[in-house]
């Protein structure tokens, strides 16, 4: 608990370096996170939900990454274990109004669950 509570501690201070960072090598939501490394069997398992969703969501979700990239300059983020696909288009589709400030912010928050989340997992 004092390891996962530094870890919130220092998460919380995290900017726009380390989200540049996190999000260089971060697959699109919906498509297959490639490689054998740690991370990538991470974000497979963590995406399960859109890669069994069906055809027109996964088209939704292809387009609604589109969208993303060509407002913000950068891939959705988003804590996807424990979300169903729909939830995840409906959070891209909002996100989508945001300015970008707000969206950075957004966007770090849900790195820091990320984070957070798999520290957890590796060390229970």
Known sequence: SALA???QQLAQRW???ELEQALSAHPRIGEAAQGTAHEATLSRQEQAAMQQADRDL???MRAGNQAYEARFGRVFLIRASGRSAEQM???LQ???NNNKACEQQETLAQLREIT???LKESII
């Open 5 to 7: 509570e530094r870890a």
């Open 15 to 17: 900017q726009q370096a």
């Open 58 to 60: 996964q088209l939704a």
């Open 89 to 91: 288009l409906a959070e």
């Open 94 to 96: 909002r996100r989508l």
């Open 116 to 118: 957070l989340l798999r």
